[in-house]
C-alpha cells in the first residue's frame, strides 16, 4: 500500500469516525467540519510529482487555524465549526508528521503517539 493511499483510508475513517459520534442535531456542525476538513486534506494531498505535498499542508493549517481564531475572537457562532475542523485538521497532519519523521525530515506539527498507532494499524 502506497502512503498516499493509507492517507486517504485515514481519511475515510475520519469521516466516519465523525458521522457516528455526531448524530446528535447539535453536533451536525462538527460533524460538517470533518467532512469540509477531509475534503481540503485530499485536495492538500494531490501531488503531481507522488510526493507529500508539505507547503501545502502547513499553508492548510495555518489557514484553518487562523479562521479557528477569527471566529472565536469575533465571538462567531461558527467557532465550534473552526474548532472541529482544526481538529480534524491537525489529526491528518500529524499522521503525516510520523511518515516525515520516518523519512528523517521535520515534522509538520509534533505528533502524538497515538498519531503513530493510527498509522501502524493502516498496514496490519
Known sequence: MQVADALH????DLIEDARLR????PDQLALE??????QALRHALRSPQGTL???????L???????TRKALESGDVSGWYWLSREAH???????????LIKAGE??????????GEALLALFD
Do not use: G, M, Y
Open 9 to 12: 483510508f485515514l481519511i475515510e
Open 22 to 25: 455526531h448524530l446528535r442535531k
Open 33 to 38: 467540519a470533518a467532512t469540509d476538513a477531509a
Open 53 to 59: 505535498p508539505r507547503a501545502a499542508l502547513e499553508e
Open 61 to 67: 493549517l495555518n489557514d484553518t487555524r487562523a479562521q
Open 89 to 99: 485538521t491537525a489529526w491528518i497532519i500529524e499522521v503525516v508528521s510520523v511518515i
Open 106 to 115: 521535520a515534522p509538520i506539527l509534533e505528533p502524538r503517539r497515538c498519531a
